[in-house]
């Protein structure tokens, strides 16, 4: 398959490049569009035939669910059966934006869509070039991340080359991903409502909404049947093996610096995912800092693009610190867990 790829500048829209990337979607073609969380792979939801592509195109499992796109929230009612109270009111404060909104799907949602499930998740990107390209398309779009499946989600187009050029009909890029976390997914067809996996809104903002919203126990212990992307499978991991190290902040730099010194091969095949207040504190291995501990915004945003750079310099070994648990702490320490495997070193 040949695959055009386009470059737009989100400050100056080519609007001719979306409208003929939307034409391919209306004929149940491929697209490949930046979002605020992550680079999407896009196929009209209601297309059958185009949906089952994006599961081969990525090698994705088909009981994965797909969220579905849509540019406003006057496509939503024909997709569900209703919504309910607690779903509007995180619409009418959250759409658009980085969040999923799991409700009972209407019979107009293909099953292979969803998985099986008689639910989907209905998401409204913030992104304008997502918003236009769904919008001249006229058709919700279902878009799991734009990546060959398992590995760290793509928050720059070169990442989307790499893995689907020659697979979709359309790639267009627009820029690095704001927030670099999938969007948070809560499903709303239950009461509570249930965060089924967190991103950029976090807990603590839900529950303005709802002080009876949780977080699934699924995340913890995998055991639940996945309703929303990346609760069953292995999701966001590189090629290299990752370890994190938890602990304080001086016994995690020298477990990280103990275990370097102990590497029997090249130290430089080691790669250290810190931060900039320990940084310099690393004097072998090939370590790249996520950002400031004060600002989980932009260690979130880097989170993906380095586990990539680390993969690029054929590292075997990948060692993180990890973060607190907590806001989008949450959502950082979710995504390292499973790259890891859950393969998690205390330093204390």
Known sequence: METKVKIL????????????AAGILKKGGLVVFPTETVYGL?????????VNNIFKA????QDNPLIVHVASKDMVPSLVKEIPPA??????RFFPGPITVIM????????????GLSTVGIRMPENIIARELISKAGVPVAAPSANTSGLPSPTEVKRCVEDLKGKVDFIIGGGKCDYGLESTV???????????????????ELREIDENIYIDSGLITGNEIPKAPGMKYKHYAPKAKVKIIQGSMQKTVEKINEIVQ?????KSKVGIMATDETKALYKQGRVISLGSRNDEETIGSNLFETLRTLDDLKVDLILSESFEESGIGIAIMNRLKKSAGFDIIKAD
């Open 9 to 20: 500048d989100i400050n100056n829209i080519d609007y001719e490049i979306i409208k003929e």
């Open 42 to 50: 896009g196929a009209d939801a209601l297309n059958e035939k185009a």
């Open 58 to 61: 990525k090698g994705r499992p």
């Open 87 to 92: 779903a509007k009111k995180i619409m009418d």
């Open 104 to 115: 009972e799907k209407s019979d107009l949602v293909p099953i292979v869509t969803s998985a």
């Open 186 to 204: 809560i499903d709303c067809s239950v009461y509570p409502p249930v965060i089924l996996r967190p991103g950029r809104v976090t807990l603590e």
């Open 262 to 266: 102990n590497y029997r091969d090249d």
